[in-house]
């Protein structure tokens, strides 16, 4: 039996499968499509905004995601003759090297000059190929062409039923399935929303006449996008659901699509192949029922318009992996699993509503014309930017709202800090790499022989680090995933957040006090080693 069966090996399986190695468990990875037919989801191009990318950072996987991301840049500016649609790239270019991109709200961009955003954006196969050779060399299995039918929970494991009818047990399921989740539905997820109100199609085709279209986000009939990817063609109509998600789409399918959308006599020679999709919106209740989990599309499901649902999914894997770690160990009570749904879920529900609003502002019409241009004069507003800007890239995200400091429940602040062991100075996220928490003293101290004994209980789970900050005062307790959990000598109370859903710490509550530090070490890593 092993430790946690993953089904889907599509980047949010393939993170959650690396964390899962780095917290100590053993994951098996179960794919249902082999390589030729994972072709159809890597259409188009993936972004991964700020927040994804600084998660990323924290496991080295953020430089190949970047190399891999320039390496295409520059295939796709040698492929492309000098045009309007080569201007394209090159303006991509400029932007991504001057770190203005900050994403985009319904096709209006969110650039910010000097800003240093940290943003890519590559293929998912490309993606998927840099976290499937990660978790390769971490030792994790995985199974391509293994399609799960059924999934069944007992006392002590979940059962994973195949297409061929061998079973797999686990003492853990993740479901990182997808949008028509299997895993989902045979263990009964509540998955409420609301019904598509557009058709997406993607394809790659050749057209009789490939100077005849451009780009546009207000074309007639609704929305045309030549990808910088030559061949790769998209249109978003606003006429409902498409009628066949499953059914090869033509040639013929395509050519109508874009008639109906420019208004011109579009003809399409050839077609590769090509997916459809919508703006079916749907939330999982809850993303955990007993020793099943959710994550990704599986757990939630939108429109791709903003595109935030890889990223929403990618944050998922980061924030249950460590958490299922210690709980798959033994080494945490079950109930920290019940702060992944607690937090996740409302970031869900946010990026659910806030791309409903973008499907709205994409339809066609005057009005939507005017508010459109409404919209964008208010976009120049200094603080509406930084509001749209924090909402897509995900650095608005906060996990403690309400908290008296104003650093628990978020990303941890940039900074430097020197870790026992190691020569000169890192910034605090590159010394969470090897999965455990870390206890950072702001005060600049020399000596660490103090912090060695306050998480002696939790060494296994939770390294130490000093700041190399001047001025700096108290202490910061950081999870794995780069949140702060808990923090001494700012806050007016006890300064620290449980995990959602958990009684708080008890102990000392004056700022500082140690026994609220081993509180919050207990509430976040689980019981000290005795």
Not at 70 to 81: F, H, P
Not at 105 to 121: D, I, N, R, T, V
Not at 279 to 294: I, M, S
Not at 508 to 526: E, I, K, Q, V
Request: aromatic share 4%; glycine share 14%.
């Amino acid at each position: 039996m092993t430790d946690v069966i993953i089904v889907g090996g599509g980047p949010v399986g393939l993170l959650l499968a690396c964390e899962l190695k780095l917290g100590g468990v053993d994951p098996l990875v179960l794919e249902a499509a082999t390589g030729d037919q994972r072709r159809t989801r890597s259409l188009g191009l993936r972004s991964l905004n700020a927040r994804t990318v600084q998660s990323l950072a924290l496991r080295g996987l953020a430089e190949p995601v970047a190399e891999a991301q320039w390496a295409m840049l520059d295939e796709l500016r040698g492929r492309r003759s000098p045009s309007a649609e080569g201007d394209v790239v090159a303006l991509m270019v400029e932007v991504l090297e001057k770190g203005m991109v900050r994403g985009h709200f319904s096709g209006l961009p969110l650039l910010e000059a000097g800003g240093g955003a940290e943003y890519l954006m590559l293929g998912q196969d490309s993606l998927e190929a840099i976290l499937a050779e990660r978790a390769t060399a971490m030792g994790v299995r995985i199974l391509p062409g293994s399609e799960v039918t059924d999934v069944v929970q007992e006392e002590s494991c979940v059962v994973a039923t195949l297409a061929d009818g061998r079973t797999v047990r686990g003492s853990y399921l993740a479901g990182c399935d997808g949008g028509r989740s299997v895993v989902r539905k045979r263990t009964g997820f509540a998955f409420e929303g609301t019904p598509p109100t557009m058709t997406g199609r993607t394809a790659v085709a050749e057209l009789a006449d490939p100077g005849a279209l451009s780009s546009s986000l207000r074309s007639p009939g609704g929305l045309v996008n030549l990808s910088l990817v030559p061949g790769e063609i998209a249109t978003i109509e606003f006429g409902g659901g498409p009628d066949e998600r499953d059914a090869p789409m033509t040639a013929a399918e395509l050519e109508a699509s874009l008639r109906r959308v420019t208004g011109l006599d579009v003809v399409v020679n050839r077609l590769e192949t090509g997916i459809r999709y919508s703006d079916n919106t749907r939330h999982a209740e809850t993303y955990v029922k007993g020793r099943v989990l959710l994550a990704g599309d599986a757990a939630h499901v939108h429109s791709p318009i903003g595109g935030q649902g890889l990223n929403l999914g990618l944050q998922d894997a980061i924030s249950l992996g460590w958490r299922l770690a210690l709980v798959a160990r033994g080494l945490a009570p079950r109930a920290l699993l019940d702060g992944y749904t607690a937090e996740r879920h409302p970031v869900a529900a946010r990026v659910l509503r806030n791309t409903k609003a973008q499907v709205a502002l994409m339809r066609p019409g005057p009005q939507v014309d005017a508010l459109r241009e409404v919209l964008s004069e208010v976009l120049e507003l200094p603080d509406a930017k930084r509001y749209f800007s924090e909402m897509v890239d995900g650095t608005g995200i906060g996990y403690a709202p309400g908290s008296p400091d104003p650093h628990v429940g978020r990303f941890a602040p940039p900074m430097e800090v020197r870790v026992p062991g190691a020569e000169g100075t890192r910034a605090l996220t590159a010394s969470l790499g090897d999965g455990r928490g870390l206890l950072v003293d702001l005060s600049g101290g020399e000596g660490t022989d103090g912090l060695e004994a306050a998480v002696a209980g939790h060494r296994d789970r939770v390294g130490t680090a000093r700041a190399a900050v001047p001025g700096g005062t108290g202490l910061l307790l950081v999870r794995p995933d780069g949140y702060v959990a808990w923090t001494s000598g700012h806050a007016t109370s006890s300064g620290h957040a449980a995990p959602s859903g958990h009684a708080a710490p008890g102990g000392d509550d004056r700022p500082g006090g140690r026994d609220g530090l081993g509180g919050a070490l207990t509430a976040w890593f689980g019981p000290p080693l005795r």
